[in-house]
């Protein structure tokens, strides 16, 4: 719709007076233009006119007349969330539990798959790495998808596509089947993942985007904290398919809200590369597939090939996607100082997490000699902290720079890594839940914060190619602390699990050092990013 369409419906509503009056234009969080016209009489009339339909809804109340310094047009006003919106939240929140509940579920339930499955233990572990290969592979042709026919097709594709490998799982007779359909589980988290954030991003005004992700990462600490429990209770009244089988109805719960609510996005003139999807997904699936074999001490065949393979399609892919005007591989984005610095810090701090939840079930058992359901208990503190501080620190980074914030949370971690190290089997069990609930604290008190300096450090129209690195980020970073935790025993059994925690403390300083970098880049007090 026109300026001149849109000031032709304002006249026929309201006459040739709106004529030479100050016209306001801002853009709502459903793609809606509202005008704001400031009348002779005091009042301003609202016109909301979606550019796909023809009738405008009107609605006039007495308001005060905008001064001169008002927001500029191209500001979106800070509304809230609207009542349809709502239901678009509960959505997106609802496919981003279902791929953190499922992944969780399926760790703790390994063991029992693999023994009615008669399956080895080592084979088992492709139920786990099918999963993640895929979502790896996926992500960053998916948010391509996703800026080019729109955030929302991609978002409600994945939940489709997740929901019927479910159903897949649920029925899988053999390993085989279970890994396939788990790869296909993973096709469609990599398309829940790749722009779950950009729709947060559209529907949260800028003022309060660190509310949305704030709640984003509540929903996935609480469901990474609800995963064993569920699994436990669930196998303790039935076989392990029922654990797939949740994830059905709630696909379709996901699907019913996300049909009519979730926002449409104007289409992209780009077109997608085949070459460099796949690309992308020989480079990061057999990255993943090198460092793991490594971390596992396998044959050289199995570490040198996979890792050369990564990296000359890696060289292949950016040489292709260079001078892109948009890059399926975000090249433009880590041009960015902030964007560039921000994901760097999200590495590392996963990196923490992938070592934290990967050695301490060992450390609690072999070193501080827990049983398993005290360290069940134990475990459950880290998530829990993290779920309860995610929304304020959501809020905080409204108002302070999420370099700071990020920042002071990750030395927590650090001193929080350090602290679980010098624990010994004298140590009350209200001392371990206080370290854990410190490392935590620490831990949410970055993560909401760096959620919102990437989203907004792109710009709207890559919103889907930021919320992919986001999602990216952690995967590499999980991937990489468990793959160091696999080292420490490889080279020594015994105190394996304490030198990896001393890694953890490590790689959670260096994040550190990257968040407290980008303060160069932002104010302290706003959390606004400066020109770059």
């Known amino acids: 719709m026109t300026p001149a369409s849109l000031n032709g419906k304002l006249t026929a509503m309201f006459g040739n007076g709106v004529e030479g009056t100050d016209v306001f234009i801002a853009l709502n969080s459903n793609a809606k233009a509202s005008l704001f016209c400031r009348l002779g009489r005091g009042n301003v009339a609202i016109l909301v006119a979606n ?30 969330v609207h009542r349809v919106d ?16 499922d992944t969780s579920i399926a760790n703790t339930a390994l063991p029992a798959i693999a023994a ?46 997740f929901t019927l490998a479910s159903f897949a799982c649920t029925v899988a007779p053999d390993l085989l089947s279970l890994a396939i359909a788990r790869g296909f589980q993973g096709l469609g988290a990599a398309g829940v993942m790749s722009v779950n954030i950009a729709l947060i991003r559209q529907l949260y005004p800028p003022s309060r985007l660190g509310r949305g992700v704030g709640l ?20 303790s009244v039935a076989n392990w398919p029922w ?8 696909g379709l719960v996901a699907l019913a809200f996300g049909w009519r609510s979730l926002p449409n996005t104007v289409p992209q003139s780009h077109t997608i590369d085949p070459i460099t999807a796949a690309l992308s997904a020989v480079c990061f699936g057999s990255l993943i597939y ?21 990296g000359f399609s890696g060289w292949w892919l950016i040489t292709r996607q260079r001078g892109h005007a948009v890059p399926m591989l975000p090249v433009d984005l880590f041009s960015r100082p902030l964007f560039r610095l921000s994901a760097l810090t999200a590495v590392g701090a996963f990196a923490t997490q992938g070592v934290a939840f990967v050695a301490l079930p060992f450390y609690f058992e072999q070193v501080l000699h827990r049983d398993p359901i005290n ?42 890594m350090l602290s679980l190290f010098l624990l010994d089997t004298t140590s009350s069990t209200e001392s371990i839940v206080f370290r854990m609930a410190w490392c935590g604290l620490g831990f949410g008190l970055f993560q909401s914060p760096n959620l919102r300096a990437i989203m907004s450090s792109a710009p709207a129209t890559r919103a889907s190619g930021a919320s992919a690195v986001i999602a990216m980020a952690r995967l590499m970073g999980q991937t990489h602390g468990a793959a160091a ?17 001393l890694v953890g403390m490590v790689t959670a300083g260096l994040a550190a050092f990257s968040s407290f970098r980008r303060l160069r880049y932002q104010s302290i007090r706003t959390g606004s990013s400066e020109p770059v």
């Open 243 to 250: 654990l797939f089988g949740l994830s059905v109805p709630l």
């Open 86 to 101: 709502k239901k678009a939240l509960v959505a997106v929140f609802l496919g981003v539990a279902l791929g953190a509940l």
């Open 216 to 235: 984003n990462a509540f929903i996935v600490g609480s469901s990474f904290t609800l995963g064993p429990s569920v699994a436990s209770l669930v196998l």
């Open 51 to 80: 550019c796909a339909l023809a009738k405008p809804h009107t609605m006039t109340q007495p308001l005060t007349p905008p001064s001169a310094d008002s927001t500029p047009a191209t500001t979106q006003p800070d509304i809230g």
């Open 485 to 501: 935790v696999a080292l420490c025993f490889g080279l020594m059994q015994v105190g394996g699990a304490s030198i990896a925690l």
């Open 375 to 416: 360290t069940g208990f134990l475990m459950t503190a880290w998530p829990a902290a993290v779920a309860l501080l995610a929304p304020f620190a959501g809020r905080l980074s409204d108002r302070i720079a999420p370099a700071l914030l990020g920042g002071v949370g990750l030395t927590l971690l650090s001193t929080g």
């Open 116 to 161: 009615d499955l008669n399956a080895s233990a080592a084979a088992s572990v492709w139920i786990v790495n099918a999963y993640q290969l895929a979502v790896v592979a996926g992500l960053f042709p998916l948010a391509a998808l996703g800026d080019l026919f729109g955030a929302r097709r991609v978002f409600l594709w994945g939940i489709a596509v």
């Open 290 to 310: 090198g460092v793991g074999s490594a971390a596992q001490l396998a044959s050289a065949s199995h570490v040198v090939l996979p890792l050369l393979i990564a």
